[in-house]
């Protein structure tokens, strides 16, 4: 049986309503507080199209979340150096946390609100489990460097939206010093190499 095409107006509406959403959470202040029936009116469709589109609101965040995050992923997955898969891992590590840091700085509101969103938490969110999966495969290329596992997880903890939004919001860190600090970091974690104990 071939595949069900969505109809005309149900594409439709779904693209006002993630253009909608777009537009409010880019010029609200406290987008916690933003409501699907606020996102509804915008869109200017009914609040049950919403809920039969998307399920509820995280549902809504995250679908706009991956729409604004595709060019990026087509990068990752398919695309040249810095971010494709040809690039040397000890490269391609502080190009990935630099889009991702990027991403979040240019979504704050988007990205502080999803991730509020996740009452299962954010390590069990699969946008999480799909950049700690990628970070780790990526980490397990490097000769030497162990524990790829926890390693992918103490970088991408440098790249949290409510850290994003203290520095780059509450403290007013430029963006250019948030990126130079990050690659630094990401550099000293790709190139360290463990200990080795010395003779008595």
């Not at 999803?114 to 397990?140: D, K, N, T």
Request: with cysteine; net charge neutral; hydrophobic share 40%.
């Amino acid at each position: 049986m071939a595949e069900r095409k969505p109809r005309k107006d149900a594409v439709r509406n779904r693209k006002a309503v993630l253009e909608a959403a777009d537009a409010l959470f880019a010029r609200s202040e406290r987008p916690e507080d933003l409501t699907m029936a606020d996102i509804a009116a915008a869109a200017g469709v009914g609040k049950g199209t919403l809920f039969r589109a998307f399920g509820d609101r995280a549902g809504l965040l995250r679908a706009l979340y991956e729409a604004r995050l595709e060019p990026i992923r087509e990068a990752v997955e398919a695309g040249p150096p810095p971010l494709g898969p040809a690039t040397p891992p000890q490269e391609r590590v502080p190009a990935l946390l630099d889009a991702v840091l990027c991403f979040k700085l240019d979504n704050r509101r988007l990205a502080l609100a999803l991730e509020e969103s996740w009452s299962s938490g954010l390590y069990q969110a699969s946008h999480y489990e799909r950049w700690h999966g990628l970070l780790r495969s990526v980490l397990e290329q490097i000769p030497g460097l162990t524990d790829a596992e926890f390693t992918a997880h103490a970088l991408l903890a440098a790249t949290r939206a409510d850290l994003v939004e203290r520095l780059a919001g509450q403290e007013g860190t430029p963006r250019e010093q948030l990126r130079a600090q990050l690659a630094s970091y990401a550099g000293r974690v790709v190139t360290s190499r463990p200990e080795t104990s010395r003779p008595d």
